[in-house]
């Protein structure tokens, strides 16, 4: 694997960003790696202005990993971290394109979310929900040293910008200290 570098996302990377965000979630693009949610969710994951909110919204940022490639920048995953307070942060939006999926990118994006955790917000523990039907999904973040809360959240099904799905879903909280 190439070494990415990483930085954060600004307002003229929200198109390439949603693609990105899109093709690794859902729809058969999604399908050539293996953390996809196409079979549980059809719709959208997110929108432009989504992405736009998140990015205007001191407490969240959204960091690129970004690969040289014949001379210009290859964008290749992200992820968002979120202040929470009291030392609590969310980490959301994990994505790598599926093409590049099991190369070990997704676990430089969750290092460098956590030590952005830490610099920008001061965060000494980080958060996230998994979707409970994703077994190897919780199973791989178990791996990097995140451990099931016992808390479950309820899945937004009314919210048409998240995806939609006739099946029950229920979130699982995972959390690391950091």
Do not use: N
């Not at 093409?99 to 955790?117: D, N, P, S, V, Y």
């Not at 965060?123 to 077994?135: G, S």
């Not at 190897?136 to 309820?154: C, K, N, S, V």
Request: net charge negative.
């Amino acid at each position: 694997m190439i070494a990415p570098t990483f930085r954060p996302a600004a307002s003229s990377d929200v198109a390439a960003l949603h693609r990105l965000v899109e093709s690794a979630y859902r729809g058969d693009s999604a399908k050539a790696g293996w953390t996809h949610e196409a079979d549980l969710l059809g719709g959208q994951r997110t929108d432009e202005a989504e992405l736009l909110d998140i990015l205007a919204d001191a407490s969240r940022v959204i960091l690129l990993a970004e690969v040289e490639a014949k001379g210009e920048r290859l964008l290749t995953g992200c992820v968002q971290v979120a202040d929470q307070g009291e030392g609590l942060a969310y980490l959301g939006l994990l994505t790598v394109d599926p093409t590049r999926q099991a190369g070990g990118l997704g676990r430089l994006l969750i290092e460098a979310a956590e030590a952005e955790a830490r610099s920008r917000f001061g965060a000494t523990r980080m958060e996230m929900t998994v979707i409970r039907q994703r077994a190897e999904l919780i199973a791989w973040y178990e791996r990097r040293g995140y451990a099931l809360t016992g808390e479950t959240r309820p899945f937004p099904l009314d919210a048409a910008t998240f995806g939609l799905s006739d099946r029950d879903l229920t979130f699982v909280v995972l959390e690391k200290a950091l």
